[in-house]
């Protein structure tokens, strides 16, 4: 199916309409459809489009998401100037008749329909040829941000760009890393399968990102299918799942193990339903985790274990500075990287490996780059990416890059930074070949 687009020029970005309408991936099939949302002579029904979202998208909407549409349809005809899809996620960037640009970003649902579709405008990521673009491009008032560059060839490694690297920072998802970990642990020591189920019960249910929030209670899921939704997609309620079936004691010698400067900082290693809860149910439980010792807050932890009682709604200020996050500088993320590329290597299953490598997060060129493992994290007022890159004779590179800030509106939704991570991996500034 061929995208019609009213008022397009063709010349702009030949090359993105042609991508897009040649992607005959289930992705590419829902792109195209989402895209044709703008473009069609009519608005499509609330009715018409419950059969491609899932129902948690739609219920979002209570006035109906067909009325949103009619907004961002007011802003068109559109071009389609450029298609960008990764695993299950894609972002289209469409120019209106008065050449303002926006994106439309969707991400699937692990079942196949669309569980994320938004319109806002393009963030602009500014072309990168230097170390010196990357710090005038970062360098934002109010936001405070480190980055680490490394380079490990022949058992040495050599850091080619640090700025603040040995900082802690809040870094919001990329605490799975050291889940992955313990559970790569378990699995090779034999005390944990693959094939082994978890439970979905209300106590262990988290927030998105993720859809194993959705299930329902006792529903059993294969840790191999945990593990990948926990990495690749970033399911909150899949990593508690996985922390609960190894037990906290496991993942914070996982934590030691994986090379944190200073573990205590992870202990009592949080599960994200922890997090919310404490950081939005109640202001005195904020106060009380920040005044408390670590005895304190894992007599604090055992107080609020249940069901979840915090909504996404009440997320709003930032509780980073409290305490509440998962703080770990630039090099203690590049050692569990390592780490985690060292146990994917190991594994003879090929499963670690498998999961690891899932979603590279930002487009990249699998001739340069043959292997790429990726994640990314956010709190409110939090943002970081991580991606260890090895080329085609074996040389690893690490890119890091961490963000924190008072007030979330400082850092967006995190297209900037990954845009920065995509920029420095397309400059050839890791393989020392920039223009």
Not at 77 to 92: I, L
């Amino acid at each position: 199916m061929m995208i019609d687009l009213p008022g397009s020029d063709a010349s702009a970005r030949p090359g993105a309409r042609a991508a897009l309408d040649g992607d005959g991936t289930l992705l590419g099939h829902r792109t195209r459809w989402a895209v044709e949302l703008l473009t069609a002579p009519e608005a499509p029904r609330d009715e018409d489009l419950s059969a491609h979202f899932v129902p948690v998208f739609l219920a979002r909407h209570p006035q109906g998401f067909a009325a949103t549409l009619e907004q961002w349809r007011a802003l068109g005809p559109f071009t389609v100037t450029d298609y960008q899809p990764v695993a299950h996620k894609a972002w289209v960037t469409l120019q209106g008749p008065s050449g303002a640009r926006s994106t439309l970003s969707l991400t699937l649902d692990s079942t196949g329909p669309i569980r994320v579709l938004h319109l806002g405008p393009e963030v602009a990521v500014p072309p990168v040829h230097g170390w010196d673009d990357l710090e005038r491009a970062l360098e934002q008032p109010g936001v405070a941000w480190s980055a680490l560059v490394t380079r490990e060839k022949d058992g040495t490694t050599d850091t080619l760009y640090a700025k603040d690297a040995e900082r802690p920072m809040p870094n919001g998802s990329s605490y799975k890393l050291y889940l992955m970990r313990a559970l790569a642990d378990a699995v090779a020591s034999g005390s944990v399968r693959w094939d082994d189920e978890v439970t979905v019960t209300p106590a262990l249910r988290s927030l998105p990102t993720g859809d194993m929030q959705e299930l329902p209670d006792g529903t059993r899921v294969p840790v191999r299918e945990t593990a990948y939704k926990m990495i690749a997609m970033s399911d909150n309620t899949a990593a508690d799942l996985v922390q609960d079936l190894l037990g906290r004691d496991a993942v914070e010698r996982a934590v030691e193990e994986g090379g944190h400067s200073d573990p205590a900082l992870l202990r009592p290693f949080l599960s994200s339903h922890e997090v919310f809860e404490i950081g939005w149910g109640a202001p005195e439980l904020r106060s009380e985790w920040a005044a408390a010792d670590e005895e304190g807050r894992r007599r604090l932890l055992a107080r609020i274990a249940g069901p979840l009682t915090v909504r996404g709604s009440d997320l709003g200020p930032t509780v980073h500075q409290q305490g509440l996050d998962w703080h770990m500088s630039a090099w203690d993320v590049a050692r569990v990287l390592g780490a985690l590329a060292e146990d994917g290597t190991r594994d003879a299953s090929g499963v670690v490996e498998g999961i690891l490598t899932a979603y590279p997060g930002v487009p990249i060129d699998p001739a340069r780059w043959p292997r790429v493992v990726f994640k990314g994290g956010s709190c409110p007022g939090v943002m970081m990416f991580c991606w260890l890159l090895e080329d085609p004779d074996g040389v690893r590179f690490t890119l890091v890059l961490q963000q924190r800030a008072g007030d979330q509106k400082l850092i967006g939704d995190g297209q900037f930074l990954r845009g920065m991570g995509g920029r420095l991996i397309a400059s050839g500034l890791l393989s020392g070949t920039a223009r």
